[in-house]
C-alpha cells in the first residue's frame, strides 16, 4: 500500500495560460475522460498570469492543474492504492492521457513519470553520491530495527537479492562483490599471511573474502551488534558463515568502538600489514568541516599509525560523480600527521547504481 502520485507536465504557448479558460476546459475534459469522477473544489488565479485549479476524483483522488505564466502547466495526481488493487493510473494509461493532452493543448513539448509510491511498507528511492533519486525494485522488508547507532534494515530486491541498508542508505547487496573486490584490489594484493584489521565491516563481505586469501590473522572492528545480527541472518550471501562465530582460527571479532582498540594498539606499539577503512562514506559537503569529517581524520592518523612501514590503508571514498568531496579527502590524506602517498581505482556497485572511487594509501617512503 502505498501513496501514488503521477506526475505530467506540458510546454504551451504563454498566452494560453494567460487567457486559461480555453486551456483550462480542455484540460478538465481530458482528465475527466480518464479519471472517473472529476469534480473541481477550487479555483485561483495569480497576478502574474498564472493558475492553480484542484480537483477531486474517484478512489480519493486529488489532482492539482498548475498554470506557469512562462507557458508551464503541471499536473499532479495523487491516489491510494491497497496492495492488490488495480491502478487508477497504469503508465500505458498515462502515455495516452499525456499524447491526448499534447495534441488537444497544442503542447510543444510533454514530460510523463510512472507513479511515485510513498509509504509503503519498502521504500523504493535512495539516492545516488550526488543526490539524485534512484528508484529500486524492493519488494519486501525482510528485516528492520533501530539499533543504539543508526537504524538497521535488509531489504529484498528482485534484481540485487538482498540489501544492507543503514539509516536509509544502501550499504551492500548480494550482487555487489564487485565492490568488495576492488576495496581489497583483489588479484594486486597478497594478503597470503598478513596481518590485518578491519573497521567497520558489519556485513561481514570483507571478512569473508579476505579469509580466502589465507591471511595470517584479521581482526575486525565493528561497534553496532545490530548489524552483525542481520547480515548474519539474511545477507549470507555477502558474508557466508563468517560471522556465526566471533573467533575462528585466524580471526575474531571485536565488538567494540574501533577507536578505542586502535588506541589500545598504538599505545602497545603493534603494526599490521594492512588496515582496512569500511566505515562511512565521504561526505559530500561544501568543506570538509563537521563531525563526519573530524571522525575521517581520527582514523586516517590513527590508521596510519598502527601500520607497517610497508602497510597499506584500502578504504572505500564516494561516487565518481561527487568529485569536490573526493579532491576534500585527498586533501586530508596530503596534510596527515604520517605523510602518504595513494592511488585509486572505480568500479560501477549495482545497488549504488553509479561508479564508486576506492583509496589505497600507504606511508611515504623517506630515504
Not at 24 to 37: A, H, N, R
Not at 65 to 83: A, C, H, K, T
Request: charged share 25%.
Amino acid at each position: 500500500m502505498a501513496i501514488n502520485t503521477i506526475l505530467l507536465d506540458l510546454s504551451v504557448d504563454a498566452l494560453k495560460i494567460i487567457e486559461k479558460t480555453a486551456l483550462l476546459l480542455t484540460i478538465q475534459e481530458v482528465l475527466s475522460k480518464f479519471i472517473p469522477d472529476l469534480k473541481e473544489t477550487n479555483s485561483m488565479s495569480f497576478g502574474g498570469g498564472g493558475f492553480l485549479c484542484t480537483y477531486t476524483a474517484a478512489r480519493d483522488s486529488f489532482i492539482t492543474v498548475r498554470g506557469f505564466p512562462q507557458g508551464l502547466v503541471s499536473i499532479n495526481v495523487e491516489y491510494y492504492r491497497e496492495d492488490g488493487d488495480e491502478s487508477l493510473l497504469p503508465f500505458e494509461t498515462v502515455r495516452q492521457l499525456e499524447s491526448t493532452l499534447t495534441k488537444l493543448t497544442g503542447s510543444m513539448k510533454s514530460h510523463k513519470y510512472p507513479a511515485l509510491k510513498r509509504g509503503g511498507k519498502a521504500d523504493r528511492y535512495f539516492l545516488s553520491s550526488d543526490e539524485r533519486i534512484l528508484e529500486y525494485d524492493i519488494d519486501a522488508v525482510l528485516f528492520e530495527e533501530q539499533s543504539p547507532y543508526q537504524k538497521v534494515q535488509i531489504v529484498h530486491s528482485k534484481s540485487l537479492g538482498n540489501l544492507l541498508v543503514l539509516d536509509e542508505l544502501q550499504n551492500l547487496s548480494e550482487r555487489d562483490l564487485i565492490y568488495t573486490e576492488t576495496l581489497m584490489q583483489r588479484g594486486k594484493e597478497d594478503y597470503s599471511d598478513k596481518e590485518i584489521v578491519i573497521l567497520g565491516g558489519g556485513d561481514g563481505a570483507l571478512l569473508y573474502e579476505l579469509l580466502k586469501e589465507k591471511p595470517k590473522f584479521v581482526t575486525m572492528l565493528e561497534l553496532d551488534e545490530v548489524v552483525l545480527r542481520a547480515c548474519r541472518e539474511h545477507l549470507r550471501g555477502c558474508c557466508g558463515d563468517c560471522l556465526d562465530q566471533l573467533e575462528g582460527p585466524n580471526y575474531k571479532i571485536v565488538v567494540d568502538d574501533c577507536v578505542k582498540s586502535l588506541d589500545t594498539m598504538i599505545a602497545e606499539g603493534k603494526t599490521v600489514d594492512y588496515v582496512f577503512g569500511d566505515l562511512t562514506d565521504i561526505p559530500v559537503s561544501t568543506s570538509p568541516q563537521g563531525e563526519v569529517w573530524d571522525f575521517i581524520r581520527l582514523i586516517l592518523n590513527k590508521a596510519m599509525q598502527v601500520l607497517k612501514p610497508t602497510g597499506k590503508y584500502m578504504t572505500h571514498g564516494n561516487g565518481a560523480s561527487s568529485p569536490a568531496s573526493l579532491a576534500m579527502y585527498e586533501d586530508q590524506l596530503n596534510n596527515l600527521k604520517i605523510p602518504v602517498q595513494f592511488t585509486t581505482d572505480r568500479a560501477f556497485i549495482p545497488s549504488f547504481l553509479e561508479d564508486w572511487v576506492f583509496y589505497q594509501v600507504w606511508p611515504k617512503q623517506v630515504n
